[in-house]
């Protein structure tokens, strides 16, 4: 093997182990501002959690705000991805649906991502490295879900009452995240009796649809 081989394996290794390093950090952090808050999550802690020192972290990060960005970024752009996979549904009330549906799957199936996008409470500022600010990144899920909205009552699709766009949207989401949300935080009480949870969002879906729509069938 040649030099210039062996030099470039083992420069993808130590980007291969630079990238893992910094999802370990990312998803330990993830875990600890769920489990303690955004606030009360040290550099330290997070460092420890893995197993590092505090000064390795800071090779990747060059702090909580920095990290929590990135967190941010990296969750809300994979729930956007996740909605934008059902594709061009030409009616905006079959899409609502099916939007509320690839959003359950996504909690369900991203449970720690869930819980530190809408289940925590983190006040900061969307800066880059520079101190630019950054979009929002949870605009393109909410956006998508606000132009579908906004959509179904230029259509005429909704009740003429329901013409807020924002409101309606926040009563589909609002819904939609209840069910989760309760199902996350009291899926082991005895006296509460859950079904399967994608089901009961269908169901769900289909009766606030039915009871917005204009003239439903």
Same mark, same amino acid.
């Given at each position: ?8 394996? @083992? ?15 990312? *998803? ?61 549904? /030409? *009616? ?46 949870? /605009? ?20 003429? /009452? ?18 989760? @949300? ?36």
């Amino acid at each position: 093997m040649s030099t210039d081989a062996i030099r470039s394996g @083992s420069l993808a290794r130590r980007e291969r182990q630079k990238a893992e390093t910094r999802q370990a950090i990312l *998803d330990a952090a993830r875990e600890l501002f769920v489990q303690d808050g955004v606030e009360a999550t040290t550099m330290r802690a997070i460092a420890a959690k893995i197993g590092y020192t505090p000064t390795a972290i800071y090779h990747h990060f060059r702090d909580k705000d920095a990290l929590l960005v990135e967190l941010c970024v990296a969750d809300f752009s994979a729930l956007g991805a996740a909605l934008h996979r059902i594709g061009r549904i /030409e *009616d905006p009330v079959e899409r609502l649906k099916r939007m509320g549906m690839a959003y359950t799957d996504f909690a369900l199936d991203n449970p720690s991502q869930y819980r530190f996008m809408f289940m925590t409470v983190h006040d900061h500022h969307m800066v880059d490295e520079g101190g630019m600010p950054l979009k929002s990144p949870e /605009e393109d899920a909410y956006g998508f879900l606000l132009a579908t909205v906004q959509e179904g009552i230029d259509a005429g699709r909704f009740r003429p /009452e329901l013409n807020d766009a924002p409101e309606l949207a926040m009563m589909v989401w609002g819904g939609i995240h209840g069910v989760i @949300s309760l199902w996350f935080t009291h899926q082991n009480d005895p006296n509460i009796t859950f079904r399967d949870v994608r089901e009961t969002v269908r169901t769900m879906c289909d009766t606030m649809m039915r009871g917005a729509i204009r003239n439903p069938s």
